[in-house]
Nanobody, 127 residues
Framework: QVQLVESGGGLVQAGGSLRLSCAAS????????MGWFRQAPGKEREFVAA????????AYADSVKGRFTISRDNAKNTVYLQMNSLKSEDTAVYYC????????????????????WGQGTQVTVSS
């Protein structure tokens, strides 16, 4: 099992940047594919970015491609989401998720495939 704690959210002006972190506790972080999702008020939770166990493979939602970067440091049991050129529509609670997988290069982009979730961190972008 793994426990996930997000941090780094806050209030930022449009065009600004934030870096979210997700610290994992428990065993064998490198055995988990990781993802970031977000949920805006009144909307369903949606996929943002995902990264494979090895970090070699990544995937992004079209809405964030070219602006957000997902990365991981397996030695620190942490996954990151660097968010640049933020827009008001990026305002949401951002959640980190983990899914154990046997395959080092698999990225998991579907919400229901993730077994473990953090509590979320609020990102607010003012226009």
């Amino acid at each position: 099992q793994v426990q996930l704690v997000e941090s780094g959210g806050g209030l930022v002006q449009a065009g600004g940047s934030l870096r979210l972190s997700c610290a994992a506790s428990g065993r064998s972080f490198s055995n988990y594919a990781m993802g970031w999702f977000r949920q805006a008020p009144g909307k369903e939770r949606e996929f943002v970015a995902a990264i494979s166990r090895s970090g070699a493979k990544t995937a992004y939602a079209d809405s964030v491609k070219g602006r957000f970067t997902i990365s991981r440091d397996n030695a620190k049991n942490t996954v990151y989401l660097q968010m640049n050129s933020l827009k008001s529509e990026d305002t949401a609670v951002y959640y980190c998720a983990a899914e154990p997988t046997l395959y080092p290069q698999i990225v998991v982009v579907t919400l229901r495939e993730y077994d473990y979730w953090g509590q979320g961190t609020q990102v607010t972008v003012s226009s």
